[in-house]
């Protein structure tokens, strides 16, 4: 392991108070991944259904799950843009002093990419956990006079 990867091991497991912002970084990826997963699954359970159903409503549940997920996408870009931007201010400090101490500029850009990639792939995990547990409370939605298979909302 190199110097730079155990420093910023050592200086990531040694937070104190930015751990809420680390947190709440998670939990934006979180809430991101989870709404995303949600929304691709309504979209393609509504397409599955139009493509075997001669009903014309089928059709127009698409274009209104279609609608639904280009409105929600702006909002799911903001909101990972501000978990990637979270921490950016407290970890410029840390890594500012890492610099004057003498740290070179690839190994501080390796730890900014190493905190940021830690808390993306965290936060995508548990959105994918979270999309796991809360779908059979989505799949008892109903549209179109009955409810969703898990199989139909399934990503």
């Not at 259904?49 to 639904?68: I, Q």
């Not at 990419?113 to 993306?120: F, I, K, M, N």
């Amino acid at each position: 392991m190199s110097a730079a990867l155990r420093l910023w091991w050592s200086l990531a497991r040694r937070q104190g108070p930015d751990r809420l912002t680390t947190g709440l970084a998670v939990v934006a990826f979180s809430a991101v991944t989870w709404a995303l997963l949600t929304t691709l699954g309504g979209v393609r359970a509504f397409v599955d259904r139009a493509a075997g159903s001669a009903d014309d409503d089928a059709d127009f549940y698409v274009v209104l799950a279609m609608t639904a997920a280009a409105l929600i996408l702006v909002p799911l870009v903001t909101l990972g843009g501000a978990a990637a931007r979270l921490a950016v201010a407290r970890r410029n400090a840390r890594l500012a002093a890492l610099r004057l101490a003498g740290a070179t500029t690839g190994q501080v850009t390796g730890m900014a990419l190493a905190d940021a990639l830690v808390q993306a792939v965290a936060g995508a995990l548990a959105g994918a956990a979270l999309y796991g547990a809360t779908l059979p409370l989505v799949a008892l939605l109903q549209f179109q006079g009955r409810a969703f298979a898990v199989g139909e909302l399934w990503v």
